[in-house]
């Protein structure tokens, strides 16, 4: 099979190495020639432009930054949807809102191609191993093709449903991620501020129903270890935060938390936070109440 892959950041840079250690076929097209340059030293092919990525590829992947780039690289002059050929499957793995998807459903189904949305789960750090989840959108059809080629690049698979389904399902994970962000940031800063041994405290919230996978794994290898280098951009954290709360509004279904949340990003980036990972929150909270930044 020979695969297509758009779109070489964090993320994908390393799903698409995950497939050349499965000695599988991809052709690869980015913005940034480093990143293609690092990867065809690895064994992929380098197109000269999303065409040439797509015009032998028996299935294609984009993994990119928001809904603009995708529907500019899938529908867009040069794009992904011109240059499939017959029988192709093209398969979004960004995390865009509902509108975009749909549409990308609606114009490739048009077409005649198959469209499927499998937008990724986990950390980064998670990526790096292989060790992704995806919770793809796709009609069940064409499962035999899509998951054994999702499985060289992770290790969980969730069939959501038909195309649309697996964006849905981001939007709602992300959600509870980043109020996680919020939610910690503030424990932790109210710990530090009631004069409480912050490492101490740490253990007891990562054992009781208090815990969540953000606070367990991710915030002791950032931010509490000094390390704020984006795993998770919170420039991108309020982009996919922002498409929870218009999803909310778009179904008037209150959100609260997540309005507030958003709110809250809005105001880090505005203090200086981007380019940062989204645990900087605690930082950024820490230095709003006056508080010792965080360490263990």
């Known amino acids: 099979m020979n695969i297509g892959f758009i779109g070489l950041g964090r993320m994908g840079f390393s799903l698409v190495r995950s497939l050349l250690k499965h000695q599988q076929r991809v052709t690869v097209f980015d913005l940034d020639g480093q990143a293609m340059r690092k990867l065809a030293a690895e064994g992929a092919i380098a197109a000269e432009d999303v065409a040439g990525a797509c015009r032998d590829a028996d299935l294609v992947f984009t993994m990119l930054p928001g809904p603009r780039q995708v529907a500019q690289v899938a529908l867009g002059d040069g794009g992904v949807l011109r240059n499939l050929k017959p029988g192709a499957i093209y398969i979004d793995m960004s995390t865009v809102d509902v509108e975009t998807v ?40 064409h499962l035999p093709v899509v998951e054994p080629v999702l499985y060289r690049m992770g290790t969980t698979i969730h069939h959501c449903g038909n195309a649309g389904s697996g964006t849905r ?125 965080i360490r263990l």
């Open 169 to 293: 399902t981001k939007i709602i994970n992300n959600m509870m991620v980043l109020c996680y962000c919020q939610i910690n940031s503030e424990a932790l800063v109210l710990a530090k501020s009631l004069g409480l041994d912050v490492a101490k405290t740490f253990d007891v919230l990562v054992n009781t129903t208090a815990s969540n996978g953000q606070l367990k794994e991710k915030w002791p290898k950032k931010v509490l270890a000094g390390d704020l280098t984006p795993g998770f951009d919170i420039v991108l954290g309020y982009k996919d935060i922002s498409l929870a709360a218009s999803a909310g509004a778009a179904t008037q279904v209150a959100l609260p938390v997540c309005d507030t949340a958003k709110n809250v990003f809005r105001m880090a980036l505005a203090a200086g936070k981007a380019g940062q990972d989204t645990s900087c929150l605690t930082d950024y909270w820490a230095e709003a109440n006056g508080v010792e930044k």
């Open 102 to 141: 749909d549409r990308l459903n609606a114009e490739f189904s048009k077409a005649g191609f198959a469209f499927g949305d499998a937008p990724v789960g986990r950390l980064a750090m998670h990526a790096d191993r292989g060790e992704s989840l995806f919770m793809l959108g796709i009609d069940a059809a």
